[in-house]
């Protein structure tokens, strides 16, 4: 497989100017004539549908969910950045790519972190005038506040409902095409195969959740923004439904994969409480601006935080990183949280949780000045702990959050498989080996509003597609094969539920492919998941039929390709010999205990590809060229 | 009605939490689970939403299903959970209903129309606090649904009234704003919702706390529209 990247030359300034002018543009009169399938309907996907339909092209839209607009864009908190610079206060679009390169470990595209940057002035000026209701000073004015892994304050935010005010601004734009007859929606509806035909996406395979039925929608390309494959690890931040079936499907036809070891673990998040836990709950890393994070000095110290004395706790990040503090980026504050804990000094029942205090925040600003900043965080974390945070220090501990792996995509956002895209989070382009805070609504909003609507029309200017037949046999074959796999899991009628599966294989993934990996616990992995993989098809209890709404069939599904994914997970997290950004192998650290780069052998995007069934998946590289920001050892000290 | 006896509630668990060990013990027992929506359990999606004993969501004030604890219910109590129940919302199976009406309201004119690129700077029409505040209160709905469910009429005015009324407040919502609120009720009236007769459950049990006076609000408007419009809004009054 040969990898093109298709980053165009030139000053990096100049490169996507550039490019646009240089890709050919499909006829508005002509936009008509071309059916364009995005599947996903969260930022990326439905900022790309409203605007690809604003265009002209016919879109079909589908999310899992009942509406669009349910998708789990939704549950961001935070914020989303911009290099406005509105607070004068020395930031750029230099500064945010310089940023996003750093703490993304050296390990994305300059190219694309650059173009990214410069979008996101466009992106604010776009919600704001969809009527986002982003938060405002006296004078009128767009608020900010500063965020993890960055000295200014860029990031916008809608009190800590960002994702929703912006998905719901796409949400409502994507509607406005509906009766407009440019977009035709198709909620409760999974995709489950890609239809390939001449080595060019020309379709999707999806069951109606609701009777089952099993329907091929062909088209001239194929979009996907069905997010990404944190739920692997069965508890996550990410909400149940989010699964990896529609990008993993494609890569079993031919979609490299990009870095699927590069998983991101979020440091705020509400500690585990008992084995029924369905899913971790996050709090906003904004939390961290105010919040103090800190561990008993002495491990065992059992004592309610409020007796123990100030000079008997360890607010371990403002110790050993003084210039960034609380703010340090996700992996590090992350990493940190897990040591003290591995040295006892965790607190909680569990002793893996560590406090994070605004008691001196309180009192600088006042109950009501907390409440302003973070009222509903903190309602929310009462409501599930039945802990007052005004009263005492929350507990938080990390979790599953986003993953930086994805589709391998080129410069145009295109798969290696023609007329297949992969937009926010499903690919795997902007983030390196670590997202930055209100990176992730940047980049999902960057690729639907203003990135993809230009490069899908190149695709469709160049290509030359012939009219699919609807019984073309490639089509019959897979749908064939999806009724098949359907009556496979029906059948098998075996003693354990797909939950018990779900949550062991989560299990497995967290303790050999979590927050630290070693290569002895990445082998152990990689024979145990086949394992239970084979017991999955053998032993599952699914109940009910194919033809109906059957939520135990859907997981089943969406299980089983997890069991498949994570293989191919643990298998990048093994080779790749050294520690980056969110991944972090313990027999490469710097003596403090940092993240060890090993440049010279891994500055390389690994693109897997599907070695077919049963067989190991097969390695390219994409090397990366770091011609502004030089690779350094990451320093928030 | 069908009765389930559960024995292994923790108080720590969501009730979903508490709905999935029974799932998991009735496909032990080889009997179907129950179907419920529900998605990020994070109380911000709106995908979950039943009644338990009669209240939307349950008993506790500001809280969707999904962010509601064992802690608040003793031990023995007994629970009904039913669907939400509105003729515009169809029963799917079990506790899962179809609130697609609530897509083709948001359809039919709760939207700014701001095609991409064609947005001024941010910062180029300044928005006072008060205001940014107040559309940011109603914006906050999560579509769930219980606001209809809980209304004795079937009414969808706290739902329709959120979007309006966040759009009103705002500058970039005021060229369409009259035209918007008779297109969107239009839109309430086709789907079979009920009349809003100023009761207040929906504001009772909604899980976001909006308020009854973003209904103030949209009626002021229909008021207003319904006696000026002019052209195509006079149009959709036909």
Known sequence: ?637 | MVRYEHTKVNPHMSFLEMLDVLNEELIAKDEEPIAFDHDCREGICGMCGFMINGIAHGPRRGTTVCQLHMRHFKDGDELYLEPWRARAFPVVRDLVVDRSAFDRIISSGGYISVSTGSAPDGNTLPIPKKNADLAMDAAACIGCGACVASCPNGAAALFTAAKISHLALLPQGQPERYRRVLDMVAQVKEELFGSCTNIGECEAVCPKEIKLEVIARMNKDYLKASWTARGDAARNEE
């Open chain 1, 1 to 637: 497989m040969e990898l093109k990247s298709k980053i165009p030359s030139g000053p990096i300034e100049q490169r996507w100017d550039r490019h646009r002018f240089e890709m050919k543009l499909v006829n508005p009169a002509n936009k008509r004539k071309y059916n364009v399938l995005v599947v996903g309907s969260g930022l990326a996907g439905a900022s790309a549908s409203a605007s690809l339909g604003e265009l002209g092209y016919n879109v079909k839209c589908f999310c899992f969910q009942d509406s669009p607009r349910r998708a789990h864009s939704i549950a961001a908190q935070g914020g989303i950045n911009a290099a406005k610079n509105y607070q004068n206060d020395g930031d750029s679009i230099y500064r945010l790519f310089y940023d996003t390169v750093k703490g993304g470990d050296f390990r994305a595209r300059e190219s694309n972190v650059y173009r990214l940057a410069q979008i996101s002035l466009n992106i604010i000026d776009q919600c704001v005038a969809q009527g986002v209701p982003f938060a405002r000073e006296y004078s009128g004015l767009l608020a900010n506040r500063s965020f993890g892994g960055a000295q200014v304050s860029r990031t916008f935010y809608a009190r800590g409902q960002t994702g929703q005010q912006l998905l719901l601004g796409a949400y409502q734009a994507l509607l406005r095409q509906v009766p407009a007859g440019k977009v035709t929606m198709f909620p409760r509806t999974e995709m489950l195969d890609l239809i390939v035909i001449d080595g060019r996406a020309r379709g999707i395979v999806t069951r109606n959740l609701i009777t089952g039925k099993i329907e091929t929608h062909l088209g001239d390309a194929v979009v996907l923004g069905t997010g990404g494959y944190g739920n692997a690890f069965y508890l996550s931040t990410n909400a149940k439904g989010s699964n990896c079936t529609a990008i993993w499907r494609a890569h079993k036809r031919g979609a490299a994969f990009g870095n699927p070891c590069f998983t991101q673990i979020h440091p705020t998040c509400i500690p585990v409480s008992g084995e029924y836990q369905s899913k971790l709950t996050l709090m906003s890393e904004s939390l961290r601006n105010d919040g103090r994070i800190w561990v008993p000095k002495k491990p065992g110290d059992t004592r309610p935080p409020n007796q123990i004395p100030e000079e008997e706790r360890d607010y371990y990040l403002e110790r050993k990183y003084p210039s960034f503090g609380n703010l340090v980026p996700r992996d590090v504050a992350s990493r940190n949280a897990k040591a003290v804990c591995d040295e006892g000094r965790g607190v909680g029942e569990s002793g893996l949780g560590v406090y994070l205090d605004f008691a001196d925040a309180i009192k600088r600003l006042g109950k009501q000045g907390i409440r302003e900043r973070y009222g509903n965080l903190f309602d929310m974390y009462e409501r599930i702990t039945g802990e007052n945070p005004y009263e005492v220090p929350m507990r938080i501990y990390p979790a599953i959050h986003y993953t930086m792996g994805g589709l391998w995509v080129d410069y145009n956002l295109m798969t290696t498989i023609p007329g297949l895209f992969a937009i926010g989070e499903a690919n795997f382009s902007d983030h390196g080996a670590n997202r930055l805070g209100a990176s992730a609504l940047m980049q999902g909003l960057a690729d639907g509003y203003f990135i993809l609507p230009y490069t899908i029309g190149d695709y469709l200017a160049s290509a030359k597609l012939d009219k699919v037949a609807p019984n073309h046999s490639v089509v019959k074959d897979a749908e064939n094969c999806l009724a098949q796999q359907t009556i496979r899991l029906l059948d098998i009628r075996g003693k354990r539920t797909v939950t018990s599966f779900h949550r062991e294989l989560g299990k497995l993934l967290w303790d050999y492919c979590g927050m630290a990996r070693t290569e002895a616990g990445l082998k152990n992995a990689l024979q145990r998941v086949p394992e239970l993989r084979e017991e999955f098809w053998h032993n599952v209890n699914v109940l009910g039929g194919g033809e109906e709404l059957n939520q135990a069939l859907e997981n089943a599904g969406r299980v089983a390709d997890f069991f498949e994914f994570a293989e191919l997970m643990c298998l990048d997290a093994l080779h790749r010999n050294e520690s980056c950004g969110g991944h972090f192998r313990e027999e490469f650290q710097t003596p403090d205990g940092e993240a060890l780069r090993d440049d010279a052998h891994y500055s390389y995007v690994a693109a897997w590809e599907y070695g077919g069934h049963g067989k190991q998946p097969i390695l390219n590289k994409e090397s990366l060229n770091f011609e502004y920001v030089h690779p350094s050892q990451r320093s928030y000290k």
